[in-house]
């Protein structure tokens, strides 16, 4: 079931990740590893700034993606970049009585939903044309361990820097 993809795009079915649930603070280093256990990717938390900036590097080192946070706004927001091209920007939800609602508005155009038990990291990411990625903890058994898996087709590095936007706003004590 787990392939040991690297992050590859479009392959022939999904790539699983596995993220600790108390990742990281900001910082601290924190690898991702795929379902072999290999690293595929890691993130790099940058202290001394004024806002919380995390990249998303690829197990070569190559930096792939900048998460920052929107200081002055009115909910929650934090914005992805490839270098300084604006990618998308992930948004909670103003109001979501039952459950933490999240958006991400794509910069290519359209919109990403993620909905479900997000502090219990067991939740899915969809887009205009279905599944993107779903979160859960089914598939390791390892304590304080969940798992991202991605549909194929979609871009790895997005999703997981989706995820950790998400784990990083829904517990801001990290």
Do not use: C
């Amino acid at each position: 079931m787990f392939r040991n993809r690297r992050g590859e795009q479009g392959g022939a079915g999904p790539n699983v990740y596995q993220m600790r649930q108390q990742m990281f603070s900001i910082g601290d280093d924190y690898w991702i590893e795929n379902g072999a256990g290999q690293r595929a990717f890691k993130v790099d938390g940058k202290a001394l700034r004024i806002r919380k900036t995390l990249v998303l590097e690829g197990a070569d080192g190559r930096e792939l993606l900048t998460i920052k946070e929107q200081l002055v706004t009115i909910h929650d927001q934090m914005e992805i970049k490839a270098g300084e091209t604006h990618v998308a920007v992930v948004k909670k939800a103003l109001i979501s009585p039952l459950r933490e609602h999240y958006t991400v508005e794509l910069a290519r155009g359209g919109e990403w939903k993620v909905h479900g038990k997000i502090t219990d990291h067991e939740y899915k990411i969809e887009g205009p044309e279905g599944a993107v990625a779903e979160v859960g903890k089914k598939w390791f058994r390892v304590r304080d361990t969940y798992g991202i898996q991605v549909s194929p087709g979609q871009d790895d590095a997005l999703v997981l820097a989706v995820a950790i936007v998400v784990d990083q706003i829904s517990h801001p004590r990290r």
